[in-house]
C-alpha cells in the first residue's frame, strides 16, 4: 500500500494519468485507475505509487514494447480522491463518476504516501 508520498509525488501522478491514464469501474463495481506506454521508468515510478508491480506486453515489430501499472478497489479510490483536486474538468468528472456510482470500498481512510526507498524527485 501506498504510505509515503509527497504533495510532489501526488501532482506528478496527477499529471501522468491527466494524460494517459484510464480510470473505470473493474467488474463494474471497483474503482480501477490503469495507465500503460513504453517508458518504463515513468511506468515503474508510477508503479512504486500504485503500490503494484509493472507489467509488459509486447507486440510484433515494428511496435514497442508496452509497461503496465493498475490498481483497483481501495487503493484506486484513495488514488483517485487524492488526485481528484489536480485534475482537468473531463478527468474530474469522469473520476467523480466512477466514485459516486461504485460502493464504498474501504470504510477506513486510505493515505496516500511516499514508499521507503523511492529516490526524491523534488
Known amino acids: 500500500m501506498i504510505e509515503y508520498a509527497t504533495d510532489t509525488d501526488v501532482v506528478w501522478l496527477a499529471g501522468l494519468l491527466e494524460g494517459e491514464g ?5 467488474r463494474s463495481r471497483y474503482p480501477r485507475v490503469r495507465v500503460a506506454m513504453t517508458d ?6 508510477a508503479a512504486t505509487l500504485f503500490g503494484v508491480s ?3 506486453s509486447m507486440r ?3 511496435h514497442s514494447a508496452m509497461w503496465h501499472a493498475e490498481v483497483s478497489g481501495p487503493k484506486a479510490e484513495a ?11 473531463r478527468r474530474s468528472a469522469r473520476i467523480a463518476a466512477i466514485l459516486g456510482h ?5 470504510k ?3 493515505s496516500i504516501t511516499r514508499p521507503p526507498g523511492l529516490p526524491s524527485f523534488t
Request: proline share 11%.
Open 54 to 56: 509493472v507489467r509488459l
Open 108 to 110: 477506513a481512510t486510505v
Open 22 to 26: 484510464a480510470f473505470d469501474l473493474h
Open 40 to 45: 518504463r521508468d515513468v511506468i515503474g515510478r
Open 79 to 89: 488514488i483517485m480522491r487524492a488526485i481528484l483536486p489536480h485534475m482537468g474538468a
Open 60 to 62: 510484433p515489430a515494428p
Open 102 to 106: 461504485a460502493p464504498t470500498t474501504s
